[in-house]
């Protein structure tokens, strides 16, 4: 510490403190010490450079603090009234956690107690890692006798022995010989008051060179808000799949999670990721290549949020649901919980922002709600994304279902990766229709599929009125079905199945043959509402390519949900089935143990 000068003697009106320098024209110190200085002049000396005298300072940054002895946020930043940054070298920072690094190293406080105009030193340690009501550190004195912290310490800093600053003493504790007790705000707590502090403090990582860049970047994304994207997913992006989860609550800025990223996560890659990244993002030159799939042809852009729900075994009305995301090829979990059925729509709508938080920051996100057969009619798309906002999910997201059963199917998914590898070199592709009180046998439609080479199946009722039909394109491979949830079979149609059922009866034979002019043998009539429906189905999608299909339905959703009569719509109750198992390369056992 001899060549320290940049100790700080501050005083305020009554009230004499510490500080230390930062820059060359700012100084740290605690808000209590200058809480007069909106009606007295603050000065600030510097015991090691008399001839400097009192410098007249402001306050230009304030953490906030209420007045009160426990209240947070004592810090306050102070600018020197000079034209010219003073000759003296700022303090030095320490990494975050050096204070209690095992073991734990002695701190040294400079402070001012009365009748020390020039200063005294106090020695303390600290007593644990575990902060005080989030906010301080507690001190102990490193021996029993010496001098204990007291008025005129407050906003001293802590530093090692070998000068690094490691936070800043805030509060005495106690008044007795006995106690010699204190609390100091670390580095980390500081930076959360004043974040320009954070770029003046290292990393664990010695080669930790990249600051002068990753704050140059900041600094351009806070001149333009909005322009660098959700902190939360540049996070997610640098720290990898494997890399530490998302802090509770998140990050509030850009700066928080850059910080976060350099002192807490332990590969040193994760902050050449995070600046890269947000590099890219302010419309920079990539500096590194993006990651690359492990094997096989490129997939889809699309990035799952994975609603999976399954009967739980502990009753008829419990389920299971797991939220999770897929980033990088791999499955990232973010809840789950087995649960009444009542509750799941609740659940569901309190993970689901989690869940895309955990998405790169460019992603195009894709709800997919895997669920059991007879969950497949459910009305997800229509259920709102939250208690505070009543856009449907499929308005907000392009969302799909999938059977779970089907999911789980390594034939079907590996026939499926086949069928889409042919998917991905053409455009629109032709609807395979099933029309409503079609006499075609279930057999007979999976012929028709498999030679067809079926890539779109359309149904003109929902899975309750053609269950045997639906559950046929199930299980083969046909990436894509779509179906309006509700109707039943029109009278024109139900009549002719009754007719059609009596004459069997009394023939004894299969019924009457089929119509020639309809090619798998359906009643077709243009005034039924399943034909109409799969007319217009059919125009369009016409020229959509299946991979872009869940977007198209969400703008269709849109249209709908904009309608004059929005039940009217065609569309209104559009259900889509869309099945790229490209893009859930992981789907095994379940994450989680859910509890009750």
């Given at each position: 510490m001899g060549g320290a000068a940049w100790h700080a003697r501050i005083a305020c009106g009554d009230a004499v403190g510490a500080g230390f320098l930062v820059t060359g024209r700012r100084v740290l110190t605690c808000a209590h010490v200058v809480r007069a200085g909106d009606r007295a002049a603050v000065t600030v000396s510097f015991p090691h450079a008399r001839e400097l005298g009192e410098v007249p300072a402001t306050v230009v940054a304030h953490g906030g603090w209420a007045g009160g002895v426990t209240d947070p946020g004592d810090v306050a930043v102070l600018e020197l009234a000079v034209d010219h940054d003073i000759p003296l070298a700022p303090a030095r920072f320490a990494p975050p956690g050096a204070a209690y690094t095992e073991p734990y190293p002695k701190l040294v406080a400079y402070g001012f107690p009365e009748g020390y105009d020039e200063g005294t030193l106090a020695e303390y340690r600290a007593v644990s890692p575990q902060l005080i009501a989030g906010e301080w550190l507690e001190l102990v004195a490193w021996h029993g006798h010496g001098q204990p912290i007291a008025d005129g310490f407050s906003g001293a800093a802590a530093t090692l022995p070998d000068g690094r600053v490691a936070g800043m003493v805030t509060a005495a504790l106690g008044s007795s010989p006995e106690v010699r007790k204190g609390r100091m705000l670390p580095l980390d707590v500081l930076t959360r008051y004043w974040p320009d502090l954070g770029e003046l403090v290292p990393g664990p990582d010695p080669g930790d060179d990249g600051r002068p860049r990753l704050y140059d970047l900041l600094r351009r994304a806070e001149a333009g808000p909005g322009a660098a994207g959700d902190p939360d997913r540049l996070y997610l992006d640098a720290v990898g799949p494997f890399g530490p989860p998302l802090p509770p609550g998140g990050f509030a800025t850009l700066r928080a999670a850059a910080d976060y990223v350099r002192w807490e996560v332990p590969d040193p890659e994760a902050v050449r990721r995070f600046t890269d990244r947000l590099g890219e993002l302010l419309g920079g030159e990539r500096v590194s290549p993006p990651p690359t799939a492990p094997d096989g042809p490129a997939g889809p852009a699309w990035s799952p949020v994975v609603v999976e729900i399954d009967h739980s075994g502990a009753g008829p009305d419990q389920v299971t649901v797991e939220v999770s995301a897929y980033r990088d090829g791999r499955r990232r979990?973010?809840?789950?919980?087995?649960?009444?059925?009542?509750?799941?729509?609740?659940?569901?709508?309190?993970?689901?922002?989690?869940?895309?938080?955990?998405?790169?920051?460019?992603?195009?996100?894709?709800?997919?709600?895997?669920?059991?057969?007879?969950?497949?009619?459910?009305?997800?798309?229509?259920?709102?994304?939250?208690?505070?906002?009543?856009?449907?999910?499929?308005?907000?997201?392009?969302?799909?279902?999938?059977?779970?059963?089907?999911?789980?199917?390594?034939?079907?998914?590996?026939?499926?990766?086949?069928?889409?590898?042919?998917?991905?070199?053409?455009?629109?592709?032709?609807?395979?229709?099933?029309?409503?009180?079609?006499?075609?046998?279930?057999?007979?439609?999976?012929?028709?599929?498999?030679?067809?080479?079926?890539?779109?199946?359309?149904?003109?009722?929902?899975?309750?009125?053609?269950?045997?039909?639906?559950?046929?394109?199930?299980?083969?491979?046909?990436?894509?079905?779509?179906?309006?949830?509700?109707?039943?079979?029109?009278?024109?149609?139900?009549?002719?199945?009754?007719?059609?059922?009596?004459?069997?009866?009394?023939?004894?034979?299969?019924?009457?043959?089929?119509?020639?002019?309809?090619?798998?043998?359906?009643?077709?009539?243009?005034?039924?509402?399943?034909?109409?429906?799969?007319?217009?189905?059919?125009?369009?999608?016409?020229?959509?390519?299946?991979?872009?299909?869940?977007?198209?339905?969400?703008?269709?959703?849109?249209?709908?949900?904009?309608?004059?009569?929005?039940?009217?719509?065609?569309?209104?109750?559009?259900?889509?089935?869309?099945?790229?198992?490209?893009?859930?390369?992981?789907?095994?056992a379940s994450l989680h143990s859910p509890v009750a």
């Amino acid at each position: 510490m001899g060549g320290a000068a940049w100790h700080a003697r501050i005083a305020c009106g009554d009230a004499v403190g510490a500080g230390f320098l930062v820059t060359g024209r700012r100084v740290l110190t605690c808000a209590h010490v200058v809480r007069a200085g909106d009606r007295a002049a603050v000065t600030v000396s510097f015991p090691h450079a008399r001839e400097l005298g009192e410098v007249p300072a402001t306050v230009v940054a304030h953490g906030g603090w209420a007045g009160g002895v426990t209240d947070p946020g004592d810090v306050a930043v102070l600018e020197l009234a000079v034209d010219h940054d003073i000759p003296l070298a700022p303090a030095r920072f320490a990494p975050p956690g050096a204070a209690y690094t095992e073991p734990y190293p002695k701190l040294v406080a400079y402070g001012f107690p009365e009748g020390y105009d020039e200063g005294t030193l106090a020695e303390y340690r600290a007593v644990s890692p575990q902060l005080i009501a989030g906010e301080w550190l507690e001190l102990v004195a490193w021996h029993g006798h010496g001098q204990p912290i007291a008025d005129g310490f407050s906003g001293a800093a802590a530093t090692l022995p070998d000068g690094r600053v490691a936070g800043m003493v805030t509060a005495a504790l106690g008044s007795s010989p006995e106690v010699r007790k204190g609390r100091m705000l670390p580095l980390d707590v500081l930076t959360r008051y004043w974040p320009d502090l954070g770029e003046l403090v290292p990393g664990p990582d010695p080669g930790d060179d990249g600051r002068p860049r990753l704050y140059d970047l900041l600094r351009r994304a806070e001149a333009g808000p909005g322009a660098a994207g959700d902190p939360d997913r540049l996070y997610l992006d640098a720290v990898g799949p494997f890399g530490p989860p998302l802090p509770p609550g998140g990050f509030a800025t850009l700066r928080a999670a850059a910080d976060y990223v350099r002192w807490e996560v332990p590969d040193p890659e994760a902050v050449r990721r995070f600046t890269d990244r947000l590099g890219e993002l302010l419309g920079g030159e990539r500096v590194s290549p993006p990651p690359t799939a492990p094997d096989g042809p490129a997939g889809p852009a699309w990035s799952p949020v994975v609603v999976e729900i399954d009967h739980s075994g502990a009753g008829p009305d419990q389920v299971t649901v797991e939220v999770s995301a897929y980033r990088d090829g791999r499955r990232r979990p973010v809840g789950a919980r087995r649960l009444p059925r009542t509750a799941v729509r609740a659940y569901v709508q309190s993970r689901i922002d989690e869940a895309v938080a955990h998405l790169a920051p460019d992603a195009d996100e894709l709800v997919t709600f895997v669920l059991p057969r007879e969950w497949l009619n459910e009305a997800v798309a229509h259920w709102e994304c939250g208690a505070d906002d009543s856009t449907p999910l499929g308005c907000a997201y392009p969302l799909v279902v999938t059977d779970r059963a089907r999911h789980h199917s390594g034939r079907l998914r590996h026939q499926l990766r086949k069928k889409w590898q042919k998917l991905d070199t053409g455009g629109g592709v032709e609807v395979h229709r099933v029309e409503c009180g079609t006499r075609e046998r279930p057999p007979s439609l999976r012929k028709r599929l498999w030679d067809g080479d079926a890539r779109l199946a359309g149904f003109a009722a929902p899975p309750t009125v053609a269950r045997p039909h639906f559950e046929v394109g199930l299980t083969v491979p046909v990436p894509v079905l779509l179906w309006p949830r509700g109707g039943a079979p029109c009278a024109v149609h139900e009549d002719a199945h009754r007719a059609g059922t009596a004459r069997q009866e009394a023939s004894g034979t299969e019924g009457p043959a089929p119509d020639a002019s309809c090619p798998a043998g359906e009643i077709p009539d243009a005034s039924c509402p399943g034909t109409a429906f799969l007319d217009r189905l059919t125009a369009s999608v016409a020229d959509v390519p299946p991979a872009e299909l869940p977007r198209h339905v969400m703008e269709l959703r849109l249209t709908a949900e904009a309608a004059d009569d929005p039940e009217g719509h065609w569309a209104r109750h559009l259900q889509l089935l869309w099945d790229d198992p490209r893009c859930f390369p992981e789907t095994g056992a379940s994450l989680h143990s859910p509890v009750a």
